[in-house]
C-alpha cells in the first residue's frame, strides 16, 4: 500500500506525511485540506519504504484537526527515548533525525546558519581622467552616442559651430578683425612684446635741445649719447594737457608710422654711467606721456640701468608726447642746468 509524503513546493524536498513544516526550508506545512489555494506543500502517494517514517502523533494531530497544527511546548523526553540518531528539538521537545535542520513538528531552526564573513568590496572614486582613459567606460560612451539620433549626437558640435559663428560677427560689428583680435590674446597670454615699428623723433618745440645733445640719440643702440634740454625752477612750465603740472620746456614727441598700441617704455633716465656728467646734471625721476588727451605720470628711479616702464594706451595712437615732470637734484657746483634721457623706446604687440 503507497504511502503518503509531504513535497514542500518552497524547496521540493519530500517529507514525512503529517510534518507541520519544512524538514530542510522550514516552511510550515499543516494547511488544512480545504484552503488548498493556500498551502505550500502538496501531497502525493510513494511505494512503500521510500518515504521516512512519519510520527503517529503528528499525523493524528494534522488528520483529525479541523485547522493547522500549532505547536505547543512539552518537556523534553529523557535522554533514555531518544533513539540512536536522534536529537530532541529545543521548543517543543520532539525527537528528530540529527541531519535535519528544522524540527518536523514545531519547525523551529535545529542547526542555526552560521553568519558567513563576506569581503564588501569598497567602492573606488575615479578621477575624470581615468574615467576618460578607461576603457570600458570609453567604450560604454561610443555605444551610448551611437545609440541616440544623429541630431543628438551632432548636436553639441552644431552648438560649437553656431557660438564661434556668433563670437566672430560680434567682433566683426564691434569693428575688430577677428583674426587680429585672436593673435592679440594670444599674445596677452605669452607676454610677448616688440620694439615699435618706424618711430620718429622730434623736439618740441624745436630749439629745446641743449647744445651738443641729439634727440635722435634716444632711438640710437649707443649709450655714449643722449638727449638733454635746460631745468630750472624758473623755466618750468605748466602743461595745460596734466592738469597744469610743471615740466621742462623741452618736450620729446614720438610719432608712429602707423596707429599703435603702446604697451611699455623702456628708460634710461640721465645721463649714463660713464658720462662723468651725470652727476652734475638733474636726473628725471618723473615723465609726463600724453597721449589722445589723456596724461599718464610714470615715476622713476635715479638710476642709469635700464627701466621699463608699464604704459597701455588701451587704443592705437599716432604720437606720443614725453615731458620730464620731476627730477632729482644736481651736485651743489654743478653748473649744468640740464635734465637728460640716454634712451626712450615704445614696445607694442607683434602686428
Not at 524536498?13 to 510550515?28: K, M, Q, T
Not at 485540506?33 to 499525523?59: I, K, L, N
Not at 578683425?177 to 590674446?185: C, G, L
Amino acid at each position: 500500500m503507497a504511502a503518503i509524503e509531504d513535497v514542500c513546493t518552497a524547496c521540493g524536498e519530500r517529507n514525512p506525511a503529517g510534518s507541520a513544516f519544512c524538514l530542510y526550508c522550514g516552511v510550515y506545512l499543516g494547511w488544512d485540506e480545504a484552503s488548498t489555494a493556500d498551502r505550500p506543500a502538496a501531497r502525493r502517494p510513494v511505494a512503500a519504504g521510500e518515504g521516512a517514517a512519519v510520527s503517529s502523533e503528528a499525523r493524528t494531530r494534522v488528520e483529525s484537526a479541523g485547522e493547522p497544527a500549532r505547536p505547543t511546548a512539552r518537556q523534553q523526553p529523557v535522554e533514555s527515548q531518544w533513539k540512536p540518531g536522534e536529537q530532541p528539538c529545543p521548543q517543543c521537545g520532539h525527537p528528530n533525525a540529527t541531519t535535519l535542520r528544522f524540527c518536523a513538528k514545531c519547525g523551529h531552526a535545529l542547526r542555526p546558519s552560521q553568519p558567513t564573513t563576506q569581503r564588501t568590496a569598497i567602492p573606488t572614486t575615479k578621477t575624470w581622467w581615468q574615467r576618460f582613459r578607461d576603457p570600458v567606460d570609453r567604450r560604454a560612451r561610443r555605444d551610448y552616442r551611437r545609440s541616440l539620433p544623429p541630431l543628438y549626437r551632432w548636436r553639441r558640435v552644431i552648438i560649437g559651430i553656431l557660438a564661434i559663428a556668433v563670437a566672430l560677427g560680434v567682433l566683426w560689428a564691434a569693428g575688430n578683425n577677428p583674426v587680429t583680435w585672436a593673435k592679440d590674446r594670444y599674445y596677452d597670454v605669452r607676454g610677448t612684446l616688440v620694439v615699435a615699428d618706424q618711430l620718429v623723433y622730434a623736439a618740441d618745440p624745436s630749439d629745446s635741445v641743449a647744445p651738443g645733445y641729439d634727440v635722435a640719440a634716444l632711438g640710437s643702440a649707443a649709450v655714449d649719447d643722449a638727449w638733454a634740454t635746460g631745468w630750472a625752477d624758473e623755466i618750468v612750465t605748466p602743461l595745460s594737457g596734466c592738469g597744469n603740472k610743471k615740466a621742462a620746456k623741452g618736450m620729446v614727441r614720438l610719432t608712429f608710422q602707423e596707429p599703435t598700441r603702446v604697451r611699455r617704455l623702456d628708460v634710461v633716465a640721465g645721463l649714463p654711467d660713464a658720462d662723468e656728467k651725470r652727476p652734475l646734471q638733474f636726473r628725471p625721476s618723473v615723465l609726463l606721456v600724453m597721449y589722445e588727451g589723456r596724461c599718464t605720470e610714470l615715476p622713476l628711479k635715479d638710476s642709469a640701468a635700464l627701466q621699463q616702464l608699464t604704459l597701455d594706451t588701451g587704443v592705437p595712437v599716432k604720437e606720443l608726447t614725453v615731458a620730464i615732470g620731476g627730477t632729482y637734484p644736481a651736485r651743489a657746483d654743478a653748473g649744468q642746468p640740464f635734465t637728460a634721457l640716454t634712451s626712450l623706446v615704445a614696445f607694442a604687440r607683434p602686428h
